[in-house]
Nanobody, 120 residues
Framework: VQLQASGGGLVQPGGSLRLSCAAS????????FGWYRQAPGKQRELVAR??????NYADSVKGRFTISRDNAKNTVYLQMSSLKPEDTAVYYC????????????????WGQGTQVTVSS
């Protein structure tokens, strides 16, 4: 399974960006998609996650970011609005897949990361 992320870039404070991440390869099922980020000198943190049950967000992005998915395309999106300088980080997409059969196997995959810089 490969993940291809896109949509990062430079944006001014208060601006918006939309990240996309498409999963390809042999995929039987997807348990969830997630977006993480890692700022310089900091640990990677969960930004948002989406599954068939629902969504959850980091407190720091609630009300500003929206995660969504297109099941037909195995693609996840992260709409980011009201961006702040502290949102500057490399953003990574993550997917947990499951196999078929009586004993499904779960696997985690990561995208290559896309840089988001919020600066005037």
């Amino acid at each position: 399974v490969q993940l291809q992320a896109s949509g990062g870039g430079l944006v001014q404070p208060g601006g918006s960006l939309r990240l996309s991440c498409a999963a390809s390869g042999s995929i039987f099922g997807i348990n969830f998609f997630g977006w993480y980020r890692q700022a310089p000198g900091k640990q990677r943190e969960l930004v948002a996650r989406i599954s068939s049950i629902g969504t959850n967000y980091a407190d720091s992005v609630k009300g500003r970011f929206t995660i969504s998915r297109d099941n037909a395309k195995n693609t996840v999106y992260l709409q980011m609005s009201s961006l702040k300088p502290e949102d500057t980080a490399v953003y990574y997409c993550n997917v947990q897949t499951r196999s078929g059969g009586s004993w499904p196997v779960e696997d985690d995959y990561w995208g290559q990361g896309t840089q988001v810089t919020v600066s005037s």
